[in-house]
């Protein structure tokens, strides 16, 4: 079964795959967790504003986010980025705007709706009493939010969003959709110029497999150990 | 902006002869659905049986079942179609496999069963979350009724569970139809690759766009009015299942 295999091409390619790749998908993944946590966390709170229209504002956004597949957001932003590039520069032409950037916005845009939805829960899992006891001490209401919610709110929600932070791990792979070399796009232009697709595609697989799973462990390991005793 | 706006494209001749740009879309969309809802099949059913051996008191079979969570939970989707699709015709003896490769609607075939198995897994884990909510005294006053185990997950605790994991479900049928857009990868035409490709040829990105988007959100909206009167249809009187009062009368 494996007599015409070549296992060669994996050594041939790695440092390539790993280099340009990896280095580009994690760079994505941990940007895209970074922006998507603190827009989605703005998003979050102002779905819970008692303003209507703020909080309808953020509710349609993160319900069309959510039904739209990430193909087809990544579709969009990518030709949509430009001309939001010229719309704010006053400029004629559509913005030049790097492979990196055009993802990294994506990637911010659509992980806010979902990292709104954890942080909304985290945010409605403290207790009411807790934010009248900060308005009690005189505290505003950034101030009741920065010092008293929110880090409970962050704290109670770590395992999800570091379990959602894998889900973009994984997402992060359909940018191959634009031909960028990420560590699946590496993998496919390597696998179509030596005509070696099983080999390249079962090793991003096993390496997919090793670093999603070792993560989901370490997750639930930290899921038992930020775990407030009530 | 420079941009010419024209939304009358849609009804202007795709280069593909199949009719309009409009045409084309629809004809995505079928494919979308029929994707989704084959695979969804293969899903509920594996899932369901995966889901249930983790909950069951054999140690080995539970280690299986989780094994084959993680296997296609740790894995993109992206990659998961590129292995059915590349990798697998050539692990199976020659002749199966340039069968597999000359089928007249091989992405269509791998799509439905990559979308499934991956899809399987999610749904695995939640019917064992839903039978592990359950309160113990289920179990037990299943065998206390003389119930056989099989008997006990038939009657008594199945029914039970997949009642509970009715929400979750729902989002695993939107999140399906959303995956299958995956399948552009491997060339099928669902509806995301008919607005890619409507874009191609006509230079219209935005409109293309913009009608695949408004196909999406009608769908994943009637998908949710269904399953809301799915869930009522369903609920078992005197529980508070999904956190929906609505039910309880009071």
Same mark, same amino acid.
């Given at each position: 079964?494996?007599? !015409?295999?070549?296992?060669?091409?994996?050594?041939?390619?790695?440092?390539?795959?790993?280099?340009? @790749?990896?280095?580009?998908?994690?760079?994505?993944?941990?940007?895209?967790?970074?922006?998507?946590?603190? *827009?989605?966390?703005?998003?979050?709170?102002?779905?819970?504003?008692?303003?209507?229209?703020?909080?309808?504002?953020?509710?349609?956004?993160?319900?069309?986010?959510?039904?739209?597949?990430?193909?087809?957001?990544? =579709?969009?932003?990518?030709?949509?980025?430009? #001309?939001?590039?010229?719309?704010?520069?006053?400029?004629?032409?559509?913005?030049?705007?790097?492979?990196? +950037? +055009?993802? *990294?916005?994506?990637?911010?845009?659509?992980?806010?709706?979902?990292?709104?939805?954890?942080?909304? +829960?985290?945010?409605?899992?403290?207790?009411?009493?807790?934010?009248?006891?900060? #308005?009690?001490?005189?505290? !505003? #209401?950034?101030?009741?939010?920065?010092?008293?919610?929110?880090?409970?709110?962050?704290? !109670?929600?770590?395992?999800?969003?570091?379990?959602?932070?894998?889900?973009?791990?994984?997402?992060?792979?359909?940018? #191959?959709?634009?031909?960028?070399?990420? =560590?699946?796009?590496?993998?496919?232009?390597?696998?179509?110029?030596?005509?070696?697709?099983?080999?390249?595609?079962?090793?991003?697989?096993?390496?997919?497999?090793?670093?999603?799973? @070792?993560? +989901?462990?370490l997750v639930k390991k930290l899921q038992q150990k930020v775990a407030i005793i009530r | 902006m420079n941009y010419n706006w024209n939304w009358n494209i849609f009804w202007e001749a795709a280069p593909d002869?199949?009719?309009?740009?409009?045409?084309?879309?629809?004809?995505?969309?079928?494919?979308?659905?029929?994707?989704?809802?084959?695979?969804?099949?293969?899903?509920?059913?594996?899932?369901?049986?995966?889901?249930?051996?983790? /909950?069951?008191?054999?140690?080995?079979?539970?280690?299986?079942?989780?094994?084959?969570?993680?296997?296609?939970?740790?894995?993109?989707?992206?990659?998961?179609?590129?292995?059915?699709?590349?990798?697998?015709?050539?692990?199976?003896?020659?002749?199966?496999?340039?069968?597999?490769?000359?089928?007249?609607?091989?992405?269509?075939?791998?799509?439905?069963?990559?979308?499934?198995?991956?899809?399987?897994?999610?749904?695995?884990?939640?019917?064992? /979350?839903?039978?592990?909510?359950?309160?113990? $005294?289920?179990?037990?006053? $299943?065998?206390?009724?003389?119930?056989?185990?099989?008997?006990?997950?038939?009657?008594?605790?199945?029914?039970?569970?997949?009642?509970?994991?009715?929400?979750?479900? /729902?989002?695993?049928?939107?999140?399906?139809? %959303?995956?299958?857009?995956?399948?552009? /990868?491997? $060339?099928?035409m669902e509806l995301t690759a008919s607005a890619r490709s409507m874009q191609e040829f006509s230079f219209q990105v935005f409109e293309a766009f913009t009608a695949a988007t408004l196909i999406y959100l009608?769908?994943?909206?009637?998908?949710?009015?269904?399953?809301?009167?799915?869930? %009522?249809?369903?609920?078992?009187?005197?529980?508070?299942?999904?956190?929906?009062?609505?039910?309880?009368?009071?």
């Open positions: 079964m494996f007599a !015409n295999f070549d296992f060669d091409v994996i050594q041939r390619s790695w440092v390539y795959l790993f280099a340009t @790749g990896m280095t580009f998908t994690l760079k994505l993944t941990l940007m895209a967790m970074l922006g998507g946590t603190v *827009l989605g966390t703005f998003l979050a709170m102002m779905r819970l504003s008692s303003n209507k229209l703020v909080a309808g504002f953020a509710t349609t956004y993160v319900n069309i986010m959510r039904s739209v597949p990430l193909v087809l957001v990544i =579709f969009w932003f990518y030709f949509l980025v430009p #001309y939001l590039g010229a719309w704010v520069t006053g400029s004629n032409e559509p913005m030049q705007v790097g492979a990196f +950037s +055009s993802c *990294l916005i994506t990637f911010v845009m659509f992980e806010a709706a979902y990292y709104c939805e954890i942080m909304r +829960s985290g945010i409605q899992s403290i207790p009411r009493g807790q934010i009248w006891a900060g #308005y009690a001490m005189g505290m !505003n #209401y950034w101030q009741t939010m920065g010092h008293i919610v929110l880090p409970q709110a962050f704290r !109670n929600m770590i395992p999800i969003l570091f379990t959602q932070t894998i889900v973009l791990f994984q997402d992060v792979s359909l940018v #191959y959709v634009l031909s960028i070399t990420d =560590f699946v796009g590496a993998a496919s232009k390597v696998a179509q110029r030596d005509g070696r697709l099983v080999e390249m595609y079962s090793f991003v697989a096993v390496v997919y497999f090793i670093m999603c799973f @070792g993560l +989901s462990s | 002869g199949g009719g309009s740009y409009f045409d084309s879309l629809i004809s995505g969309l079928l494919w979308t659905l029929a994707t989704a809802a084959l695979a969804w099949i293969i899903a509920l059913v594996l899932g369901s049986i995966v889901g249930t051996i983790r /909950t069951g008191p054999n140690k080995w079979a539970a280690r299986i079942g989780n094994a084959y969570v993680e296997l296609f939970r740790n894995i993109p989707l992206l990659v998961q179609m590129f292995l059915w699709y590349f990798v697998m015709p050539e692990l199976m003896p020659t002749e199966i496999g340039n069968w597999l490769k000359s089928m007249p609607n091989a992405p269509f075939i791998t799509a439905v069963l990559s979308l499934g198995f991956f899809t399987s897994a999610r749904v695995a884990v939640q019917v064992s /979350t839903g039978i592990n909510a359950l309160p113990r $005294g289920q179990r037990m006053a $299943g065998t206390a009724l003389g119930l056989s185990l099989p008997q006990t997950y038939r009657y008594v605790l199945l029914p039970m569970a997949f009642r509970i994991i009715i929400p979750s479900l /729902t989002n695993e049928v939107a999140a399906i139809i %959303k995956n299958s857009s995956v399948a552009l /990868t491997i $060339g099928l009608a769908v994943s909206v009637i998908a949710i009015v269904a399953a809301n009167l799915l869930e %009522k249809f369903l609920a078992v009187p005197g529980f508070i299942t999904s956190g929906s009062a609505k039910s309880g009368g009071q």
